[in-house]
């Protein structure tokens, strides 16, 4: 409210309510209502709120009519904190006035300020169809929209605004944003270029495009961007750090590890950066050096629940898993509440065949966060490959499935559920699906030719059994159903 009653107070002093199309007085003023105006006027300015309430509601008696009076009283009542009664008055004035858009203003202040936005834009859409080049409202019009999340009409809002001309960078930057929002990237992208042309110093903009630029997964081009910034703004600990994921995406391992090292050497005291480092160069299958990177973190007792879960994950990576599964419990020990940790060690103990363990885990996993699809699918599989709880299983799968329908492991574990089920036309279906998004994989293979097999289709399974033997030459039993099935069609 104080927010509130600022502004008021410079809009006041500013002359804003005095002026408009409706004049304090028309052409024949009443002496009697002037007077109580000005004793009200004064009465104001010396604070005393009370007096000068009397002496506008005074004056209201002899030009009841009046809209700059009930605004005024609105005024005061308002910092009085008397907000329902300034709407009352400020709707008298609407009566009397209804294309004043000082009355339709203030209302959309006094309701923004009790938090009642979906009123607020219609007073502000109100002034926008009176006087549609009103660039006041149609920016808080806009701000308004950002705050209710209604991406379309905000855009629609800040476009109108360029078309009056206002060439401001945080405008089509909020712009930009909102086509994000909407996904138009391409839109995005060619604003935010606009923001930086505008403002060449406004790094967030250079950051964002960079951003906009990886949402493409045009990361050569993120990388350029990010660099420009830097050149703005050199040794900027936050774009270092994205430049560097950037490389990563772009697959350039080296100049990532580079920009890594010189952050390490430029900021010794962000010790927080050793877990991304330390994740980078897991990642990226340098575990020695994550684990030196490791090392300096838990002698710096940064974030060890964190420590600890990147060195489980580094030796399991390894397939260290007694190392791994060590590390693993000493996180939950710190952090009970990690899902990552009960999935590795559901993995782990899937490894080491202590079924009902792992399950245990999972199953904890996916308690702590619901939409764990990695836990979902692990657990749905490892029913299937059992040949136990399928319909669980096909729950588990489906609903990973929801939330990434494009994710090949997820697509090959429900054509096992529905091969496991005696569904073959289903798990047909489904491996089709998982051979388009992991055409290399040779589970995904050798599901393949097993449920070509069963359809029928010898030849066919022969030659996807003989792709995933290519892929894994280590298939004793991927050898056996070749020449099973060689023989079945006398080859």
Known sequence: M??????????????????????LYAS?????????????????????????????QRALEYDHKNPTLYIKLALIRLKRNESDLAIEELKKASEYAPEDVRVHFVLALVYSSLGEYDIAASEYEQIVKIAPHDIMALASLADLYVLQ??????????????EENVELPLLRFNLAILYSKSNKIDRAIEEMLEVVKLDPSFIQGYVTLGVFYEMKKNYSKAVRIYQQGLKMKPGDLKILQILAQAYYKAEEFEKAEQIYEEILKDFPDQKGLYLEIAYFYVKNNEIKKAKIVLNKAENENVKLDQVYFLKGFACY???????????????????????????FLGALYEDMEEWDLSVENLKKAIDIYPEHTD???????????????LEEAKGLVQKAL?????????????????FKLGNIDKALEYIERAMQYEPEDSVVLEHAGDIFYEKGMIPEAVIKWEKALKINPVQDSLEEKIKGAKEKIGQ
């Open 2 to 23: 104080r927010k509130l009653y600022f502004l008021f107070c410079l809009l006041v002093i500013s002359g804003f309510f005095l002026t408009g199309s409706h004049p």
């Open 375 to 389: 836990a979902l699918n692990y657990l749905g599989y490892m029913y299937a490959e059992q040949g136990v709880n």
């Open 317 to 343: 990576r390894l397939k260290e898993n007694k190392e791994a599964m060590q590390f693993f419990k000493r996180s939950q020990e710190l952090n009970p509440k990690n899902a990552e940790v009960y999935f």
């Open 402 to 418: 929801k939330i990434n329908s494009e994710n090949g492991a997820y697509l090959d574990s429900m054509s096992w559920v529905y």
């Open 28 to 56: 024949n003023p009443s002496a009697s209502a002037y007077a109580h105006f000005m004793m009200a006027s004064i009465y104001e300015k010396r604070s005393n709120l009370d007096d000068a309430l009397v002496e506008y």
């Open 149 to 162: 999340e209604k991406v379309d009409q905000a855009t629609v809002a800040y476009e109108k605004l360029l």
